[in-house]
């Protein structure tokens, strides 16, 4: 055999070997442990006439068109077999670099959605055919018979491989479908022993949104495995945007066998071997969270306020992680899943149980951020990027789901007529604050918060902390609560410096005494004073120019805070040679000063700042004109 023949078939086995190779791992055996940043992430949604490029001009922020963002980090979207078919696969590749370019990270792209001729036409329920792809049970490899890898006849894996060769540099997170478990009845939230309840019985295709056997559903999370780990093993699968325990328990339960999701040789794993990740939704204000039945009094008892909605974000967690340990993904047997939250928020109107406003939708969404790290969540997504009708237009329940994004209406609208919500403006405040450091267990725990103050603590590679904490809300529709807590006792720091809510957008800070701070339903955030050295936040800028000067000498100062400030000039000696502000509270502001120096001899001088927060000097030389 020639050189050129052994190279041909050496190209060949690189290039087809994965789909062999791939057989050999599943999830059962290996779950990398995510070790990116917490994203901070939105649903990008479908604003005409807004492009999707301009959309993360909004998400993250771009100073080439002037927008400033709303603090994300990363996004989840779609890219769904129908709307490749029609305009092509490579349609979103520069779309995702612009992305990329923005700043996103760890891209979050859910899967599915046939177009109408490779979808599955059998009626599983009497009035509607299945939603998902037709030939799922066709094989995913064909050892390159028709010039690829896949089977072409395989429409699902056809589509999936080639949206992973073409997206695999962006994408981190392959959800597949969107809440393939949303529910028309009450069978999934039924108990044990309940009749047709999924803990014991497998859902009716009439009964949620793929209409199809959960068989069916599993059989996709086998594909997406096989096909996405073939081409990118560092990428992980994730079970798409349930809300289920059930659901997750019936997916644990069978394998894809079409007949009765049992094993045998051809189905020879469940479902959980076929995912890395559970990504779920959440939405306090309609499932149950902030409500319990009073049997006595024959009524709801409420409980209406963030933090309990909180509480519901990380029950529902748990309750997964139940369903999770009963089939042995604790760390044990199998390996444990990831966590993504890829939506949830609450309204900002009472038009759904009674909870909601701009206070309560901005309180529940920093402490979600803080909480979901605390509990090893890696992203959390807020539904959504933008309304899509003015707030006084949603009247109805349900309708919240219009008027829940961090923008104002974006949908037919220009970019001066639009404005970020207060959700908005928190959601950007915590990213700024927070993102790119770690939630600090240990440090949160030496903290021994009392009872009625939560929050945590989090900090940096190179020692940058910052400590959000806010007076617990218990009372049902109300976000009053109060505290004062002692800081200073647990953490040895004297001073620290308090942002707000807001403070990404009006730059309002204040330096505040860490053995009282007082507290409230509102999270705030706060940065140690130590050693005259500030973390995380400088309050000041101090500029001096020209240096070397002749003649007058420009000090410009900025202060992002109240101090009070004692600024001067002095000789080498250490003598006084001018009092610029002698010891005066000055508020947040720029000032300037231009001072002529025709007294001063040539040499050496020494511009002194001292505050109640720090103390630096800045060197300068004059040189004066012959």
């Known amino acids: 055999m020639n050189s050129k023949k052994i190279i041909v078939l050496l190209l060949i086995l690189i290039y087809f070997l994965p789909s ?14 995510y070790e990116g940043y917490f994203g901070y992430g939105t649903n990008l949604g479908y604003y005409p006439p807004w492009s999707a490029e301009q959309l993360g001009d909004l998400a993250f ?56 001729e490779h979808r599955d036409t059998t009626y599983y329920c009497d009035d509607i055919p299945s939603e998902l792809f037709a030939n799922l049970y066709e094989p995913i490899w064909d050892d390159g018979l028709n010039g690829t890898p896949y089977n072409d006849q395989n429409y699902y894996a056809a589509y999936l491989y080639k949206t992973v060769m073409l997206y695999k540099d962006y994408v981190k997170f392959w959800e597949v479908w969107n809440e393939p478990d949303y529910s028309f009845s009450a069978m999934s939230i039924y108990a044990p022993g309940v009749a047709g309840n999924w803990w014991e019985n497998n859902p009716d295709p009439c009964d949620y949104d793929i209409h199809a056997p959960i068989f069916h559903y599993i059989r996709m999370l086998r594909i997406s495995y096989e096909i996405i780990k073939t081409i990118d093993s560092t990428a992980y699968v994730a079970i798409g945007g349930i809300g289920y325990p059930s659901f997750l328990d019936a997916v644990l339960r069978n394998t894809d066998n079409p007949d009765d999701g ?111 790290q605390k509990y090893n969540i890696k992203q959390f997504h807020i539904y959504t990027l933008g309304d899509e009708w003015n707030s006084d237009e949603a009247t109805q329940q349900f309708e919240e789901y219009q008027i829940m994004g961090l923008y104002d209406k974006l949908t037919g609208r220009r970019l001066s007529e639009i404005k970020a919500n207060d959700v908005g403006i928190a959601y950007r405040t915590c990213s700024e604050l927070l993102y790119g450091k770690r939630f600090d267990a240990k440090k949160f725990e030496a903290l021994k918060l009392p009872t009625g103050i939560n929050g945590g603590v989090f900090r940096n590679d190179i020692g940058e902390t910052v400590y959000v904490v806010w007076a617990e809300t218990t009372q049902d529709q109300s976000e009053e609560a109060t505290a004062i807590l002692n800081l200073t006792k647990s953490t040895g720091v004297r001073k620290f410096v308090q942002k707000y809510w807001h403070s ?12 009282q701070i007082n507290l409230t339903g509102a999270p705030i955030f706060l940065s140690p004073v130590e050693n005259n ?40 000696f250490g003598n006084v040679v001018n009092t610029i502000i002698p010891n005066t509270w000055m508020e947040a502001g720029t000032y300037t000063w231009e001072l002529n120096t025709y007294y001063l001899q040539n040499g050496v001088y020494f511009l002194e700042y001292t505050s109640d927060v720090l103390s630096t000097i800045n060197r300068v030389l004059l040189i004066k004109n012959r």
């Open 20 to 33: 062999n190779a791939q057989f050999q791992r599943t999830a059962n055996d290996l779950v990398v442990p």
């Open 61 to 116: 922020g771009n100073p080439l068109v002037g927008v400033p963002g709303v603090g994300i980090t990363t996004l989840r979207s779609a890219l769904f077999e129908f709307f490749q078919e029609q305009w092509g696969y490579d349609f979103r590749v520069r779309t995702f670099k612009h992305y990329q370019n923005l700043g996103d990270t760890d891209h979050v792209l859910f899967v599915g959605y046939p177009k109408w």
């Open 262 to 372: 049992s094993i045998d040789k051809d189905y020879p794993l469940k479902g959980g071997a076929y995912f890395d990740v559970l990504s779920y939704h959440v939405y306090p204000h309609i499932d149950a969270s902030l409500r319990t039945w009073n049997n006595e009094q024959q009524k709801f008892n409420y409980k209406r306020n963030t933090d309990e909605a909180v509480k519901g974000v990380i029950d529902l967690k748990d309750r997964f992680q139940a369903v999770l340990s009963k089939h042995g993904y604790d760390g044990q047997k199998y390996p444990e899943k990831e966590w993504i939250i890829t939506e949830s928020n609450v309204p900002r109107k009472p038009l759904n149980e009674g909870f909601g406003s701009d206070e309560v939708q901005r309180n529940f969404i920093i402490k979600a951020l803080v909480e979901s």
């Open 504 to 515: 990404s957008e009006t730059k309002d800070s204040m330096l505040v005494e860490g053995k």
């Open 533 to 572: 050295n500030i973390v995380s936040i400088k309050p000041y800028q101090l500029d001096v120019f020209p240096n070397p000067f002749t003649d007058n000498l420009n000090i410009k100062l900025d202060l992002d805070m109240e101090q009070k400030i004692y600024l001067r000039i002095t000789n080498q």
